[in-house]
């Protein structure tokens, strides 16, 4: 055997040794991870410690606007009562009962008490967008215009209205903190923020509270939008970027404006997705967090499954109907019911409906039958149309966010699985 033969010979056996420990290592590593119990997540109550129960009276005390296009409005808000304001888990939400119609800042007045009782309230939720701290309480907010296309619908009637009539001094009925999307404060591993539009806003608190409390620990923020007119945070983000050295900022522009500068306002042209992620992200563990418009969820979450990313460290949340189905999460997955009609009592109405499958839930089939039901956020977040079950059984494919209350089901999320009576 030459020298040469000789040198392959030994190079060869080594590299065999180390593919092999770090394969062994590897495999450790993922059988140690698939052993440790799934993050309390599904199982941690949604609403905080020290949380109020229904409504509470806020102060708007600052508005202010997050983005070049000022479409995105931050809302800082102070209890009116003075007292304590609960913690909250980064990345939950608030949910707000908007009397439309009402001026907001006339419900000081008691004198208004009977208009705004009589005025419908609007339900919606919103992501709280800076870490928890004693005082204030911070939302911003979107403005959701028409449809693309579509100039003849309204634009979206709680941001717009957020947008066109919530002032500084003005008061607001809010909903504790609540959600099951947060930040794993005892995870160690690196933390990858996945943001898409305004899905930026749990990430900027789950950002802040980790640069704040994990001093040593690796951060990403892969942060997807048009161009710099709807960069929200624009300079906050940057400034932390420099200030952090373990914080990597990835910002992505699907549409540049010809003033846009790559390498200044923006790292990539394109959208965030699973080639940018392995091109950027170490080897080894992390935890992801995404948020963001439905096709990013629906491409990205599937991406990073596909990539082998563990269930307990993939977390994600969508800001409107779920867009993407919770693996191993389902309580009760409904049997087919198609070829069934099912008779759905309303017990103060005396009206009995029939059931025939036709609508993804039991909010969309009252609404398509005229019934009149409080709703808000449709994803069985906020618990506005928790609903008192007086006989029956309703399932839900997904498990829903909101604590629901025994008797009672959440008719956004939920469908009939026999003959119901409920308390409408
Ligand atoms: C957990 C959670 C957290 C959230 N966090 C945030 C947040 O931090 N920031 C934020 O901005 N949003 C957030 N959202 C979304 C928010 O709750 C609202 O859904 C959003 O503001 C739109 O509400 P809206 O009342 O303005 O629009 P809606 O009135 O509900 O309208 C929504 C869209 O439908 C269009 N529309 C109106 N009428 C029709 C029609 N007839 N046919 C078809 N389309 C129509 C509107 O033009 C608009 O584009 C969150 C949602 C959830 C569930």
Same mark, same amino acid.
């Given at each position: 055997?030459?020298?040469?033969?000789?040198?392959?010979?030994?190079?060869?056996?080594?590299?065999?040794?180390?593919?092999?420990?770090?394969?062994?290592?590897?495999?450790?590593?993922?059988?140690?991870?698939?052993?440790?119990?799934?993050?309390?997540?599904?199982?941690?109550?949604?609403?905080?410690?020290?949380?109020?129960?229904?409504?509470?009276?806020?102060?708007?005390?600052?508005?202010?606007?997050?983005?070049?296009?000022?479409?995105?409005?931050?809302?800082?808000?102070?209890?009116?009562?003075?007292?304590?304001?609960?913690?909250?888990?980064?990345?939950?939400?608030?949910?707000?009962?908007?009397?439309?119609?009402?001026?907001?800042?006339?419900?000081?007045?008691?004198?208004?008490?009977?208009?705004?009782?009589?005025?419908?309230?609007?339900?919606?939720?919103?992501?709280?967008?800076?870490?928890?701290?004693?005082?204030?309480?911070?939302?911003?907010?979107?403005? =959701?215009?028409?449809? !693309?296309?579509?100039?003849? @619908?309204?634009? *979206?009637?709680?941001? #717009?209205?957020? $947008?066109?009539?919530? &002032?500084?001094?003005?008061?607001?009925?809010?909903?504790?903190?609540?959600?099951?999307?947060?930040?794993?404060?005892?995870?160690?591993?690196?933390?990858?923020?996945?943001?898409?539009?305004?899905?930026?806003?749990?990430?900027?608190?789950?950002?802040?509270?980790?640069? =704040?409390?994990?001093? !040593?620990?690796?951060?990403? @923020?892969?942060? *997807?939008?048009?161009? #710099?007119?709807? $960069?929200?945070?624009? &300079?906050?983000?940057?400034?932390?970027?420099?200030?952090?050295?373990?914080?990597?900022?990835?910002?992505?522009?699907?549409?540049?404006?010809?003033?846009?500068?790559?390498?200044?306002?923006?790292?990539?042209?394109?959208?965030?997705?699973?080639?940018?992620?392995?091109?950027?992200?170490?080897?080894?563990?992390?935890?992801?967090?995404?948020? *963001?418009?439905?096709?990013?969820?629906?491409?990205?979450?599937?991406?990073?499954?596909?990539?082998?990313?563990?269930?307990?460290?993939?977390?994600f949340e969508a800001f409107g109907p779920a867009s993407v189905q919770f693996k191993g999460a389902a309580t009760n997955?409904?049997?087919?019911?198609?070829?069934?009609?099912?008779?759905?009592?309303?017990?103060?109405?005396?009206?009995?409906?029939?059931?025939?499958?036709?609508?993804?839930?039991?909010?969309?089939?009252?609404?398509?039958?005229?019934?009149?039901?409080?709703?808000?956020?449709?994803?069985?977040?906020?618990?506005?149309?928790?609903?008192?079950?007086?006989?029956?059984?309703?399932?839900?494919?997904?498990?829903?966010?909101?604590?629901?209350?025994?008797?009672?089901?959440?008719?956004?999320?939920?469908?009939?699985?026999?003959?119901?009576?409920?308390?409408?």
């Amino acid at each position: 055997m030459t020298a040469l033969q000789l040198l392959t010979l030994i190079s060869a056996a080594l590299l065999l040794q180390i593919i092999a420990s770090t394969g062994v290592t590897l495999w450790r590593r993922n059988r140690r991870i698939a052993k440790t119990p799934q993050p309390a997540q599904a199982e941690m109550p949604a609403t905080s410690p020290g949380a109020w129960s229904g409504w509470r009276d806020f102060r708007v005390t600052r508005r202010a606007f997050e983005d070049a296009g000022q479409t995105q409005c931050s809302f800082y808000l102070e209890p009116l009562d003075g007292e304590a304001l609960p913690s909250f888990k980064p990345g939950q939400y608030l949910t707000f009962a908007l009397q439309i119609g009402v001026d907001a800042g006339s419900t000081k007045d008691a004198a208004m008490g009977n208009a705004l009782r009589s005025a419908p309230s609007l339900v919606r939720c919103y992501s709280l967008s800076d870490q928890p701290n004693s005082s204030t309480y911070r939302v911003t907010i979107k403005r =959701a215009s028409a449809p !693309t296309g579509q100039t003849n @619908l309204p634009p *979206g009637a709680a941001s #717009s209205y957020f $947008h066109d009539h919530v &002032q500084v001094g003005d008061i607001l009925k809010v909903k504790a903190p609540s959600g099951r999307f947060f930040i794993d404060a005892e995870a160690t591993t690196p933390a990858v923020f996945i943001a898409g539009g305004i899905g930026i806003t749990p990430m900027m608190s789950m950002l802040s509270w980790c640069l =704040a409390n994990q001093a !040593t620990r690796e951060l990403h @923020l892969y942060y *997807g939008v048009r161009n #710099s007119t709807d $960069h929200a945070f624009k &300079q906050v983000l940057q400034e932390l970027a420099r200030a952090h050295p373990l914080f990597k900022l990835h910002v992505a522009y699907s549409s540049p404006e010809p003033s846009d500068v790559q390498g200044v306002d923006y790292d990539q042209t394109g959208y965030i997705d699973l080639v940018l992620l392995r091109n950027s992200l170490a080897h080894g563990q992390h935890q992801f967090y995404v948020c *963001g418009p439905p096709p990013m969820m629906q491409t990205l979450v599937a991406a990073l499954r596909a990539w082998g990313v563990n269930e307990n460290a993939l977390h994600f949340e969508a800001f409107g109907p779920a867009s993407v189905q919770f693996k191993g999460a389902a309580t009760n997955e409904p049997a087919d019911t198609t070829s069934t009609s099912l008779d759905i009592r309303l017990n103060r109405t005396g009206r009995t409906l029939v059931w025939n499958a036709q609508d993804a839930n039991l909010l969309d089939f009252m609404e398509r039958q005229g019934v009149s039901v409080e709703s808000g956020c449709r994803t069985g977040s906020c618990g506005s149309c928790e609903t008192k079950l007086i006989s029956g059984t309703v399932s839900y494919a997904d498990k829903p966010d909101a604590d629901i209350n025994q008797g009672h089901c959440l008719l956004c999320v939920g469908k009939p699985q026999s003959a119901l009576v409920l308390d409408l």
